[in-house]
Structures are given as C-alpha cells and as structure tokens.
C-alpha cells in the first residue's frame, strides 16, 4: 500500500472511466475536486452519506467542485446508481486506486458505536424506499470486503492535495458542508 497522502502533496493527473462509460479527468482542469472513497455499492452508510451529496449537488457544482466518487465493488454492483447520483462514479473492485491512495481496510470500519447507528438509519432509509427507483442496486452487498474505511480528498487543478481525510470507521467522512467550508477557505490559497 502507498503511503497517505498529505496536503502539499502533488497527485498527477488521470482519466477515470466512470460507470456510464464516460471518461472524467482528476484533478478537474478548473475548480475544485472532491475525491470520495467510499466501502461498497450496498453499504447503508455510504448509501445515506452519498444521497445528501446528491441532493445538495447543485451547491457543489455553483462551488466550482467536481465530485468523483469510488467503490471497491464490480461495475455491475454500481449500475443502479446511475440513476441515483448525478456525478461521476468509478468501479475499482481491484481497489487499485485505494491502495495508491493509501485507504486501509481494518476491524475499526466497522466496530464504531457511530458506525453502527449509521448503518441502521443507512438500511431503514433503503428499506423505507426499496420501491422507489433511486434505490435501484442499493442494499445488497456484493462480496465485497465490509472493512474498508472511506476517505475524502480536496485536489485543485495542478494536482496539489489541499487537504484530505482518512476514515477511522465507516461513518467518518466529510459532509457536504465540510467540502464547502474547505473549498472557500482554500479560494487559492495555501493548502490546508
């Protein structure tokens, strides 16, 4: 596994291929962009934690931030989420990208009280809507490891880490105000 990455450091850029079939680019050639790892394509705690970020896209978007967000799971595990979130998504079942990220698999992902609550309210929210269209694909694991922990990153178009977040269980991730707050205290300025 890589080592972690740190605010200062320098990620070159890289093209993507997301589960559309369309080609994204990281960093985004403008703007901001906000690097999501995420556990896999049925885990309730990424299920909740991703539905705000789609409701509050638009936000993101007015912000100048691009979202990118990865599973460890199959593309075939990830199609029902196309219709789900509206920016780029990007199976790495061979967590190719996790490891050069330096994203640790461990018992704590899911042995955290706050996890745990996470991932009740993640499964009721699933359960309550399992008819409803944006849920399609959402709820059923697929093999995946349930021991991964999410990490966040903020990258600006020359490929500088402005600033970045490692997990220590599976519910501890940036929030959409947490991404806003570090995009305009960042506004070109060092990183944080």
């Not at 070159?12 to 994204?24: F, L, N």
């Not at 593309?75 to 790495?92: C, E, I």
């Not at 042995?111 to 008819?131: C, E, I, K, L, Q």
């Not at 966040?152 to 940036?174: C, E, I, K, N, S």
Request: proline residues 6%; negative net charge; aromatic residues 8%.
């Amino acid at each position: 596994m890589s080592a972690k990455f740190e605010p200062g450091d320098l990620i070159a850029t890289r093209q993507y291929a997301t589960i559309t079939g369309e080609s994204v680019t990281v960093p985004a050639p403008v703007g901001s962009t906000h690097l999501q790892f995420r556990r896999f394509a049925g885990c309730p705690i990424c299920h909740l934690h991703l539905r705000s970020f789609a409701t509050r896209h638009q936000e993101l978007v007015d912000a100048g931030i691009t979202e990118v967000v990865f599973f460890h799971s199959p593309h075939s595990a990830l199609q029902g989420y196309q219709a789900l979130l509206p920016f780029a998504v990007v199976a790495d079942a061979e967590r190719q990208s996790y490891d050069e990220f330096g994203i640790d698999t461990r018992i704590s992902a899911v042995a955290h009280p706050r996890a745990w609550r996470s991932a009740f309210r993640g499964y009721a929210s699933v359960m309550g809507h399992r008819n409803d269209p944006d849920n399609a694909g959402v709820g059923a694991s697929d093999g995946s490891t349930h021991l991964s922990l999410p990490a966040d990153f903020l990258l600006v178009p020359d490929g500088t880490v402005v600033a970045a977040h490692y997990g220590r269980h599976a519910d501890d991730q940036w929030t959409v105000d947490q991404v806003l707050d570090l995009n305009r205290v960042n506004a070109g300025k060092e990183p944080l």
